[in-house]
């Protein structure tokens, strides 16, 4: 497509849906990405006092009442019947504790089947995504901020040129993973387009991935072919150079891990820990992802060439759950409640079980968050190896 200097808000759309990503879900999953609002559905606001928190009565019912609330940096929102401090579940429910009657609520009380088909307008519940065309990037090897840096090329092509920027958020309502936490935005996908000259854009670029606090960076190219043989090359390693990402009809797949909602480029499992030297390998995280069981595409993408993708790759459709995203929400400017800038769950003494902010989204993503990625290569700061990339039916 053909892209103007300054696009208008129906071709930032067009230019969004065109390439949104397929998200493949765990099969184990319980939650899928929903409109913020869901998260006021299930909670109260409480605010910092003194050495604790008290509600705030009239608790918001909209994201237009959200924004309103004031000095929200020192608010969260608090799911009804969980306590992440005790781990406790209360409320209307029998009370229980720890952290296995915490999750088993939570997929029990806010958990949702993944709706098949395509779901009606925007305003109904259904997976759902947020996006933003944030603007031109220029890539030029050799530039004074990036002197380390070579990019690598495009299909045999220079990387040199002008890119457009395209960011995809999702939100879920909890986190289930080994560690817990209300509220979830994690997953974020950056589309670096190639522009010509003339703004027209063939879906060639760079691709990033946020996984927790970590990003991976990609080639995104415009086709691949067999999905084995693309997962042949990654389970052969890429010696921390980049990696490419899977494309079927213009739109990357993104693999989601099961709980802890960290997109990766690649189905497979990623080990999390620390590596102290009297010690030896410390694991405390497995992130595991599926292909071919359950996934969200794009309204556009038909079921048969996602099935027939699945069967490429040696995995039985039989069981292949198709969920279609609602209209997305395009961020043209900061809306109101950006000006929420409290945590969208409940904090917690224990490390990684807090509640998110909205930071990411607020604030987008710039050029040189690729620059750093890039320059890392694919593999996080807290990834122990061996790490594994594949399809098991692929890997025979």
């Known amino acids: 497509m053909r892209l103007d200097k300054n696009p208008t808000p129906e ?48 608790r918001p019912t909209t994201l237009a009442e959200l924004a309103q609330v004031g000095n929200s940096k020192n608010c969260h929102l608090k799911m009804r019947e969980l306590e992440m401090g005790e781990l406790h579940v209360g409320g209307d429910f029998p009370s229980d504790w720890g952290p296995d009657a915490l999750a088993r609520h939570a997929r029990t009380l806010y958990g949702r089947e993944l709706t098949l088909g395509v779901p009606g307008p925007a305003t109904q519940d259904g997976p759902h995504y947020y996006a933003r065309v944030s603007g031109n990037v220029s890539i030029r090897r050799g530039q004074p901020d990036d002197p380390h840096l070579d990019y690598p090329t495009l299909d045999g092509h220079p990387s040199d040129g002008n890119y457009i920027r395209v960011e995809y958020h999702y939100f879920f309502v909890y ?23 003339d703004g027209e854009i063939n879906g060639d670029g760079y691709l990033m991935v946020h996984m927790h606090h970590e990003r991976w960076a990609c080639v995104l190219p415009t086709s691949n072919g067999s999905i084995c043989s693309w997962v042949g090359r990654w389970q052969r390693g890429f010696d921390r150079r980049l990696g490419t990402a899977y494309v079927l009809d213009g739109h990357p797949y993104i693999f989601i891990a099961r709980g802890a909602h960290g997109g990766y480029p690649t189905p497979g499992h990623t080990l999390f820990g620390f590596n102290p030297p009297i010690i030896g390998e410390v694991l405390f995280n497995a992130d595991e992802r599926r292909f071919g069981r359950v996934c969200i595409a794009p309204p556009d ?73 890039m320059a890392k290569g694919y593999a996080a700061g807290l990834i122990l190896d061996p790490q594994w990339h594949g399809i098991q039916e692929c890997s025979g």
Do not use: C
């Open 11 to 58: 071709q930032q759309l067009e230019l969004v849906r065109r390439h949104a990503p397929v998200l493949w879900l765990h099969p184990g999953e319980a939650f899928h990405p929903v409109r913020a609002e869901r998260m006021l559905d299930h909670s109260v606001l409480y605010r910092k006092h003194g050495d604790g928190y008290r509600r705030v009565p009239n």
């Open 175 to 197: 986190n289930d993973s080994w560690n817990q936490h209300q509220g979830d935005w994690d997953s974020t996908v950056v589309l670096y387009l190639r522009k010509s000259d």
């Open 301 to 373: 993408l038909s079921s048969a060439a996602i099935r027939a993708n699945v069967q490429s790759a040696g995995v039985d459709d039989a069981a292949l759950r198709i969920g279609r995203w609602s209209e997305p929400t395009l961020i043209t400017s900061a809306p109101d409640w950006f000006d929420f800038k409290g945590l969208w769950g409940q904090p917690s003494s224990i490390e990684g079980w807090s509640g998110p902010a909205a930071g990411r989204l607020r604030s987008g993503t710039s050029r040189r968050d690729l620059k750093n990625t």
